[in-house]
């Protein structure tokens, strides 16, 4: 009897209140849009069980198939819109979406749909502590939420990671009519937090797909005529695949009230830095597609038409070694990792050098990348077989660093840019570089192998002694997926660290914060550790003797060594083997931790003035809680600016 009156009230809602909802709604009182209808079925002599049944076993609420997003577009304030064909999502930190916020200045997302005493009843309803929390509005098609209000010294204090997660989560539907699926995301937020909120919208909606529903199926060569025979003809596909899908990131940006003036940035910077944070999410998108493309596609050779086609973007200059060349020209440790592959391993260097430099004395940088496109281990193969799932990531140091080169250049850099991306496929046959074989590296450095799936220190140390004896680099770095044992040591979230200089360490950590690309520092002690590569019959092996003594550490070193430890220049190595991915999806990680790192180089102001963010954000005082030791609220921390900076 229950199950066919809950039959019938479906029928009713079905013909009356048919939408896409969002979630299994078990109170009205947790989700206010909801309460309508809630009446509506007591009214029909339902109960709230039968209700939130009803809500169930909606045939709308079945997964939609996320389509992928072709443009992110940036606004610095909120535009007008029509709430029933453009879901928009609202978000920021719940003190300012209580307090800073009124709901005419969200008005012209949410129209006549949603009432002013519903939205701020929603927001008061808002309950977020260590995670974020969201509640849907009018049939979700618009939803606002709260970013998490407790942030420990480590975490970023704009809380990319759950801006991130809430985006992910968010599923509204889409408009049933046009040509463009369009949404919209409102963020509410401080001036310092432009910049990693707008990366962290970057990082969620990736740019690959082979889901034969997606019109950017096979992205990585949709513009090639070698598409896979499996992928459906474009020419045959329905309207509802080739509908074009973008999303509109709009700030509201609340001054620091009692900050100092400098550190106050008005809306009119904001305006002109929306430029540079759409050239930084251009790069983390174009890093993380890289990633993503599975390495049938994504082979050594296409990773080099995607930096000749950076090139020729940004205007740079670029040079290809491919092949038996690097032999014959001594990167020795490099075409060692990739002459067992049908694909040549590459040194790819792109130039940039600013016009009106005549005359004056540039420094001269050099991001260095790994970019294994492939890595089975080599004969040393990866076992069991999970450990080799996963491996087309290994490319990340190279993806992240071809996207933050495209950024800043396209952002304006006024001093000589060098990206070198090291590029191969380690994999296995015949002509495989074998355990005990002595290979030189590009450094004139001897080096046993006594571990084929150490591969990546190999082919950077070729990298950094390129940017050293041939472009004469001031400042050396280098990123990799290098280390599983970096997972360990920082975790997911935060890439590790190892410079020789302290400046860039403590700089790496603070960009960090500011752009959402985490980080932390691990130990910098050669004279203790280096010695876990000693050989008896060359220079060095290329993997330490004892796996319990700083692992990640030494990878590092190893790096380093090729330089010398005595070279005067810095030298900075970036490990995010973890951080490159989250799930299945790749971050691009890197891009706005580069950019950060080299800020002081940039014309953007956005960029120029991060340095300074980190110096004054620095000296706003923490607050402890009794969950955390010595975290920041939202409330009472560092980027709300309550009470003065410390003297």
Known sequence: MR??????????????????????????????????FYNFFQGAGASQKVFSEVIARNPHRTQRKKMVVKSILYSAEPSSSNLAETPCLIIGHLNLLRNAVPFDAVKVKLGDFVAPDLYREA????????????????????????????????????????????????NPPEAPVGDVSESHIVIVC???????????????????????????????????????????????????????????????????????????????????????????ADGIRLAARIVDTPPNLMTTTALVKEAQQVAQQVGAEILVIKGEELRD???????????ASVEPPYLVVLSHRPKDSQG?????????????????GGLCIKTPKNLMCGMKRDCGGAAGVLGAFQAAVRSGFDQEL????????????????????????????SIEINNTDAEGRLVLADGVAYAQKDLRCEVIIDMATLTGAQGIATGRYHAAIVTNNEYYEFLAYRMGKITGDLNFPLVYAPELHFSEFHSAVADMKNSVANRDNATSSCAGLFIQSHLGFDWPGVWVHIDMASPV???????????????????????????RGLPQIADIADKFSMVSTPDFSGPLTRESGINDAIRPPLQ
Do not use: M
């Open 581 to 607: 991915h989250a799930g299945e999806r790749a971050t691009g990680f890197g891009v706005a931790l580069l950019a950060g790192l080299c800020a002081n180089y940039s014309e953007s102001p956005l960029l």
């Open 329 to 339: 020209r001594g990167f020795g440790a490099l075409y060692s990792v990739g002459k």
């Open 3 to 36: 199950n066919a009156h809950a039959n019938n009230v479906s029928k009713i809602y079905d013909q009356h209140f048919s939408f896409p909802s969002f979630l299994i709604v078990h109170s009205p009182s947790r989700a206010p849009c909801f309460a309508p």
């Open 418 to 445: 060098y990206a070198v991306l090291c590029i191969a496929e380690n994999s296995i046959s015949a002509d495989a570089t074998r355990p005990d074989d002595i290979i030189y590296s590009y450094s004139g450095k």
């Open 123 to 170: 927001v008061d309803k808002l309950n977020p502590g260590t995670t974020a929390d969201i509640i849907p509005l009018y049939l979700n098609k618009a939803a606002v939420a709260a970013l998490p209000t407790k942030c420990s010294r480590h975490n970023a204090p704009s809380q990319p990671h759950a801006f991130y997660n809430v985006l992910k989560g968010w």
């Open 190 to 280: 401080f001036p310092q937090d432009v910049l990693s909120l707008g990366c962290a919208v970057a990082r969620a909606f990736p740019l690959y797909s082979a889901k034969t529903g997606s019109v950017f199926a096979v992205k990585a060569v949709q513009d090639s005529a070698n598409l896979l025979p499996t992928t459906p003809n474009r020419n045959t596909r329905t309207t509802a695949d080739t509908k074009e899908s973008r999303v509109i990131v709009e700030f509201i940006v609340i001054p620091n009230i009692s900050a100092s003036e400098e550190f106050a940035v008005d809306r009119a910077i904001v305006r002109r830095s929306l430029d540079t944070i759409s050239y930084l």
């Open 360 to 376: 004056k004395k540039l420094k001269k940088i050099a991001w260095v990348g790994k970019g294994i496109t492939f890595d089975t």
